[in-house]
């Protein structure tokens, strides 16, 4: 099965997210993603860099909550109105991370968050 494969940047300073449009991972020149923005002044998108120590990459899950949005690391979940918990990458794959057990990890399955709403996400 493959899935999409997409990243979001959390800027810390900015506190708002940006869609990354690529990464560059290189040892010689440095690291950075390039990620898409809006310039207010000239109503346009524009391509922005970003440093690896100015945001916190999340990648995209390959799933969907009930109502059809993307869910990526670092999303609140809910269920039936009552947030259960956020999303992690650990140990190779996926997992929910149950609110108020930092040892209450599932990994998330399609069939499972068909029943799940995004509420928010860590950040905010």
């Not at 940047?9 to 290189?26: D, F, G, S």
């Amino acid at each position: 099965m493959s899935r999409e494969i997409l990243f979001r940047a959390w800027h810390k300073k900015r506190k708002k997210y940006y869609e990354v449009l690529h990464l560059h991972i290189n040892e010689l020149e440095g690291n950075w993603a390039t990620c898409k923005g809006y310039n207010i002044i000239e109503q346009k998108d524009i391509h922005i860099q970003v440093q690896p120590e100015e945001c916190i990459i999340e990648q995209y899950t390959g799933l969907k909550d009930k109502n059809g949005n993307k869910i990526f690391e670092g999303d609140k979940l809910s269920l039936d109105g009552d947030c259960v918990g956020h999303i992690i990458y650990d140990d190779g794959c996926f997992h929910l991370l149950v609110e108020g057990n930092q040892q209450g990890r599932n990994p998330i399955l399609q069939e499972r968050t068909k029943r799940f709403k995004i509420t928010g996400n860590i950040h905010q």
